[in-house]
């Protein structure tokens, strides 16, 4: 189903929106058995490849975890599938337009035990472009609730200042702790099948996983076609395959610009994933938790 004005409605005010029952069960069951081809692949290696990032603890007496799956529609017809899946692009062109360009997809992956916590950030963070028509899908592998680490989101937040992401001259991909109050956070609590939309500027952040099950997310970023990318490492080189990038709609060689709030990404930071970026901040927002 489309989504309704009013949930529009509710992705503009709030910066993110939950639709429930968006993917069928079968689609469901397709996503999880691609994610655990993936699995039974990390169970063979002995260190991180160009698609799978694996667990700090995977080597703490037990086989290899895996944390983060890598642009996984570029590795599995599934993903690919879905990151086209017409329903999600009607979703989409409600909010950005009906000129869409794919951004990125991955998976996090948290495991039983206290795994994979997600520093406060917001995406804006680590790529500003010309105006701010991106957005990120959340689907739900499997549940995804308090105890499990779900999302948490601040409401409004989108339409905030632009926070600084870089702590002691460093891009740490990160909200200093104390440099926002998450009295009114909200936790995005979805059942496999439930999807999550959230704007590119929204803060967000997750717990670790304190439940006894897995708790694995796709998450699939699109951009409006006219938002052009303002730091040279995400513009790109090969002007075929940006071309490419374009789900629906056309592309454009218009960049729109519109007012947003900016915080340059600026030392750009090493060639490293989202949770070694992190590790640079100097005290985690979940560290009680953690402990």
Known sequence: MPLTPGQVEAYRTHGYVIVRNALSQRNVVRLREAADSFAEQARRLNG???????????????????????????QHEAFAAMLAHPPLLDMVEALIGA???????????????????????????YYPHTNDDLLEISIALDPSTEASGCLKV??????????????????????PVGSFDAQDAVNIELEPGDISIHHVRLLHGSGPN????????????????????????????????????????????????TPCPVKVPLPVAPALGLFEIQRGLSRSHFAEASN
């Open 48 to 74: 991180d490849t160009d698609a799978i990032e694996l667990d700090d603890t995977a080597f703490n007496g037990g086989p290899p975890r895996i944390r983060r799956i890598k642009s996984p529609h570029l």
């Open 154 to 175: 601040l409401p409004g937040s989108h339409m905030g200042p632009a926070l600084n992401h870089t702590e002691n001259g460093r891009f740490v991909g990160a909200v």
């Open 210 to 257: 304190r439940s006894r099950c897995q708790r694995r997310l796709l998450l699939q970023g699109y951009a409006a076609a006219d938002a052009w990318p303002l730091m040279a490492q995400h513009q790109p080189s090969d002007w075929p395959a940006w071309d490419q990038r374009i789900l629906r709609g056309r592309p454009s060689v218009d960049a729109r610009m």
């Open 99 to 125: 000129d869409i360009r794919w951004h990125h997809t991955k998976i996090n992956a948290k495991h039983p035990g206290g795994s994979g916590h997600v520093e406060w950030h917001a995406d804006w963070g």
